[in-house]
């Protein structure tokens, strides 16, 4: 993708069809030999089309000297262009002493995974130049989820300014993040008025340190971290942000370049790296890339994509990269993004305030900016305790602290749940009572009926004792009692739906008994209107 890259390869394919067209036109303006005046008198036999009876002709399939790259072209990669991995530093030096006897063009390297990026003409040739103990991977575009690609669901809950008291921060936050550093992988990141920290451009492979953001992506996920102004705010606005400006004006890239960036980031000591981007193809040389940082301690979080498919984009698929989808401010998932079995969690995306270039500001959506904010908060858990954490250990204190959402328990939409920064601040204190209406949610039961399922969530620190629960959606409340619940734990109740299709209005409450004080009754009622669906 980087246009130096793309340079080179287009020169080396104008230079190869130039050397035929120099040829042929050489071949056909070379004048006529004049016979000498000794030769003018000699005799030509005229020739005759003889063939010896004695000749053996075999017949057979001829092989094509010429082979197009038909596999890339079929699983959307780059032609012409392939990633290799090799063993070792000394199978990757052989393998490039003859490569260029094999007409192949060595178009980049990347010394710390024994890689190298390799364009071709002739398929053909690449695989004349391999010995079989190559690790062959295509490469994949690779871009930022566009905004409206698939819209939100109607009735979505946008942000605005008050992302920071809805994940549950309602103290001064300024030091946190302080001597974390994160790096941004994207269309690179422009210096703001809402900054508290200073940008630090980074260079990668062959590329220089690139500052600022013409594009304005990069800016506005980095903002969901470092701002600082209440209008525009940040959740761990003390951590240094490197910009690994991995894609152009455009905010095109590829996997190669993605796998590029994440090695620089980690070379450079960051405990974070955050990927706002991605691809509908699985990569070799990001697997490996990812790989690289697991090893080194750093964590990986990237957007979900938001294509509204139940499919996981790259990386954020991969093994070893948390994956975050997004919600809106009611705690619904948003009709964009995509879903899958390794979805870890969700957090806001929908009509947030962000940074943009040239200092102005934007609302903007998607799962780009839920992925910075759960960077944020993995950075903000690792300082804000009077303990300082790994982030790896950050991580797990965030998501044994999320609150549920959406389909009971784990699920594809949702993920483990979302983050409330609260409860993580709140986890050792005791004497902390708060019982949550977590989700109304519409499933099927076992005979294949609809049926409406209530989910309340103790998001204290205290087991609830004897906790009630009312729901109304058809006729008369039904009560339920909720006799013991853990700290953290969930509760689901199941209720029948006979003759109900289109909507369903559904009024749920909580109450707590024995007189303790609920913290947060803004979280213990639920009233929504649901979509039923007749089988």
């Known amino acids: 993708m980087r246009l130096r890259n793309s340079l080179i390869f287009s020169g080396l394919a104008l230079a190869l069809l130039g050397g035929y067209f120099v040829a042929k036109s050489a071949d056909t303006k070379l004048p006529k030999k004049k016979r000498d005046v000794a030769d003018q008198n000699v005799r030509v036999r ?45 199978s990757m030096e052989e393998f490039l002493k003859r490569a260029s006897g094999h007409g192949l063009l060595v178009m980049g390297r990347i010394d710390a995974l024994f890689t190298l990026r390799i364009g071709f ?35 979505a809950v946008p942000f605005g300014a008050q992302l920071l008291s809805w994940l549950g921060i309602n103290t001064d936050n300024s030091n946190w993040g302080a001597g974390v550093k994160i790096a941004i992988l994207d269309t690179g990141v422009s210096q703001h008025p809402s900054f508290a920290t200073q940008v630090i451009p980074t260079a990668f492979g062959d590329q220089p340190a690139i500052a600022g953001d013409v594009n304005g992506h990069g800016t506005a996920v980095a903002s969901m971290i470092a701002g600082t102004d209440s209008r525009i705010p940040g959740v761990a606005p003390a951590a240094t942000i490197l910009s690994v400006a991995i894609a152009d004006a455009n905010g095109s890239s590829d996997s190669y370049t993605l796998a590029q960036g994440i090695i620089a980031a980690v070379d450079a000591g960051v405990n974070l790296i955050n990927i706002s981007m991605g691809s509908t193809g699985d990569s070799g040389v990001v697997r490996n890339a990812v790989a690289y940082a697991e090893q080194m301690g750093v964590l990986i979080v990237a957007a979900a994509g938001n294509n509204g498919s139940d499919s996981l984009s790259y990386p954020s698929a991969n093994d070893g990269v948390i994956s975050v989808g997004a919600v809106d401010a009611n705690e619904s998932h948003l009709a964009f993004s995509n879903s899958g079995d390794t979805l870890a969690l969700s957090a806001p995306g929908y009509g947030i305030n962000a940074a943009w270039t040239d200092g102005k500001a934007m609302s903007v959506s998607g799962t780009s900016f839920s992925s910075p904010i759960v960077t944020g908060l993995i950075a903000a858990t690792m300082t804000s305790g009077t303990t300082a954490m790994t982030a790896t250990q950050a991580y797990q204190t965030l998501i ?32 902390i009572y708060d019982a949550a209406v977590a989700s109304n949610w519409i499933s099927s039961s076992a005979n294949g009926t609809p049926q409406l399922q209530v989910t309340i969530q103790n998001r204290g620190t205290e087991t609830l004792i004897n906790t009630g629960l009312s729901v109304t959606s058809v006729g008369a409340p039904t009560n339920y009692t909720v006799t013991t619940l853990a700290p953290g734990a969930i509760q689901t109740f199941n209720l029948p739906i006979y003759g109900s299709t289109g909507t369903l209005r559904v009024d749920s409450t909580v109450n707590l008994s024995g007189g303790v004080t609920d913290v947060n009754r803004g979280n213990d009622r639920r009233l929504e209107t649901l979509s039923v669906q007749s089988n």
């Open 400 to 431: 044994a602290n999320v609150n549920e959402a959406g389909a009971p328990g784990y699920d594809a939409q949702i993920g483990a749940g979302i983050p409330n920064m609260g409860r993580v601040l709140n986890a050792g204190t005791p004497g």
């Open 121 to 155: 003409l002739n398929y053909q040739n690449l695989q004349d130049a391999l010995d079989g103990s190559e690790e062959l991977s295509m490469i994949f575009p690779v871009t930022y989820p566009e905004d409206g690609a698939v819209a939100a669901q109607a009735g």
């Open 46 to 90: 005229k020739a005759t089309n003889w063939v010896d009876p004695a000749a053996n002709y075999k017949t057979e399939e001829r092989t094509e000297a010429f082979r197009s790259d038909d596999e890339a072209m079929e699983q959307g990669a780059l032609v012409g262009q392939r990633a290799l991995t090799f063993k070792d530093k000394e």
